[in-house]
C-alpha cells in the first residue's frame, strides 16, 4: 500500500498569512496527488487535482504543485472560511490512502 | 445538480449485519464508478470499497475485505454497501462518493454521510 505522510499535523495561521501544508508518498505517483477540505460536521470538498489543478468554484488562492513523491497545497493569503482540516489523497493505485490530515486552526 | 444521499445507518450489535444505500441524483449514474469511504470520529478518511461504472470491478480495503460487499443498482441510481460481521472498529461515518471521469479513483462529489455504531 501507498503511504501519504502529511505536515504538519496542525497548524495555528491568521488571516492574510501564506500557509504551506505538503504531502509525501512512499513511493512515485506521478500527479496522481489530490487534496480535499473538510469543515467540522461536513463532507469532505475537492480543492486540487491531479497534484496542481483547482476544482471548478474553488478559489485561486489554493494551488498546488509536485510530482513523484513530494507535494505542496499553498494556500496564499488564509480567508476566515479556511480554517479546516485538509486532506491529501492518492489515486494512483488501489487501495486508495489519504494523508492523516492537516488541521488548521485561527491564530 | 449532483447529489448523493445515504442512509441505513444506526446502532448494531457486533457480529450482525447492516446494508448502507446511497442515492445518486442530478448526473447519470450509470456513466460513474462509484465509492464508500468512512470516517471515524475525530479522526481521518478511510477509502473502503468501488465498483467500476459497469459493476464489473470492485476493489476493497484490507479491512472490509470478506466483510463488506458493493454493489448498484443503476435502475434505481443507488449504491449499496453490505455490511457483515461488523466490529467495533466499523463504528465510524460512511460517506458515499463519486468517481471522477479521467480518474476514477478521484472523489469530485460526497454524500453528507451516514454513522454507524457498533455496539452491544
Known amino acids: 500500500d501507498i503511504q501519504m505522510t502529511q505536515s504538519p499535523s496542525s497548524l495555528s495561521a491568521s488571516a492574510g498569512d501564506r500557509v504551506v501544508i505538503t504531502c509525501r508518498a512512499s513511493?512515485?505517483?506521478?500527479?496522481?496527488l489530490n487534496w480535499y477540505q473538510q469543515k467540522p460536521g461536513k463532507a469532505p470538498n475537492l480543492l486540487i487535482y491531479?497534484?496542481?489543478s483547482l476544482q471548478s468554484g474553488v478559489p485561486s488562492r489554493f494551488s498546488g504543485s509536485g510530482s513523484g513523491t513530494d507535494f505542496t497545497l499553498t494556500i496564499s493569503s488564509l480567508q476566515a472560511e479556511d480554517f479546516a482540516t485538509y486532506y491529501c489523497?492518492?489515486?494512483?493505485?488501489?487501495?486508495?490512502?489519504f494523508g492523516q490530515g492537516t488541521r488548521l486552526e485561527i491564530k | 445538480q449532483v447529489q448523493l444521499v445515504e442512509s441505513g445507518g444506526g446502532v448494531v450489535q457486533p457480529g450482525r449485519s447492516l446494508r448502507l444505500s446511497c442515492a445518486a441524483s442530478?448526473?447519470?449514474?450509470?456513466?460513474?464508478?462509484m465509492h464508500w469511504v468512512r470516517q471515524a470520529p475525530g479522526k481521518g478518511l478511510e477509502w473502503v470499497a468501488v465498483?467500476?461504472?459497469?459493476?464489473?470491478?470492485?476493489y476493497y480495503a484490507d479491512s472490509v475485505k470478506g466483510r463488506f460487499t458493493i454493489s448498484r443498482d443503476d435502475s434505481k441510481n443507488t449504491l449499496y454497501l453490505q455490511m457483515n460481521s461488523l466490529r467495533g472498529e466499523d463504528t465510524t461515518v460512511y460517506y458515499c462518493?463519486?468517481?471522477?471521469?479521467?480518474?476514477?479513483?478521484?472523489?469530485?462529489?460526497w454524500g453528507q454521510g451516514t454513522l454507524v455504531t457498533v455496539s452491544s
Open positions: 462518493a463519486r468517481g471522477a471521469v479521467g480518474d476514477y479513483l478521484k472523489f469530485d462529489y
Open positions: 442530478g448526473f447519470i449514474f450509470s456513466n460513474y464508478a
Open positions: 465498483i467500476s461504472y459497469d459493476g464489473d470491478n470492485k
Open positions: 513511493q512515485s505517483i506521478d500527479n496522481y
Open positions: 491531479a497534484a496542481s
Open positions: 489523497q492518492q489515486s494512483f493505485s488501489t487501495p486508495i490512502t
